[in-house]
């Protein structure tokens, strides 16, 4: 074997560990903001070594480089922090409205005097 398949092989395993890592963590967690944490960071990781093997692979094989793994590397670590941050911001708006109404009995309304329809 050579360097090249020993460091695809190491990126492989790297990054199915990580994937594995994070979906264990989806499950097992008990907190939604605990089990967002878990894929959004470790899947992200995983897959993009599992795609730099893809590339390494792919560019030995072919004599040329390879750059769709890069674009969609690129396209990964530009939307799975956004797509976190609006998951998490909408669950903790969630998670204060739904904390109000149970204090006063009352569903939370933006004006006094009004009621938000179910």
Same mark, same amino acid.
């Given at each position: ?5 020993? +460091?695809?092989?190491? /990126?492989?395993? /790297?990054?199915?560990?990580?994937v594995l890592l994070g979906s264990?963590?989806? !499950? &097992? ?6 089990? %967002?944490? +878990?894929?959004? &960071?470790?899947? $992200?990781?995983?897959?993009?070594? /599992?795609? /730099?093997?893809? +590339? %390494? ?13 890069? %674009?969609?590397? !690129?396209?990964?670590? !530009? ?7 609006? %998951?998490?911001s909408s669950a903790r708006c ?5 904390? $109000?109404?149970?204090?006063?009995g009352e569903p939370q309304t933006? &004006? ?7």
């Amino acid at each position: 074997m050579t360097i090249a398949e020993f +460091a695809i092989a190491g /990126l492989i395993i /790297l990054g199915s560990a990580f994937v594995l890592l994070g979906s264990i963590g989806l !499950v &097992k967690f008990p907190d939604f903001f605990m089990r %967002l944490h +878990a894929p959004t &960071k470790a899947s $992200t990781l995983g897959v993009t070594a /599992l795609l /730099l093997a893809s +590339a %390494l692979f792919f560019s030995l094989k072919s004599g040329h480089a390879s750059l769709h793994e890069a %674009l969609i590397i !690129v396209f990964l670590w !530009v939307t799975a922090p956004i797509s976190a941050l609006m %998951l998490a911001s909408s669950a903790r708006c969630r998670q204060t409205k739904d904390e $109000t109404s149970s204090k006063t009995g009352e569903p939370q309304t933006d &004006k006094p005097g009004t009621t938000t329809p179910e």
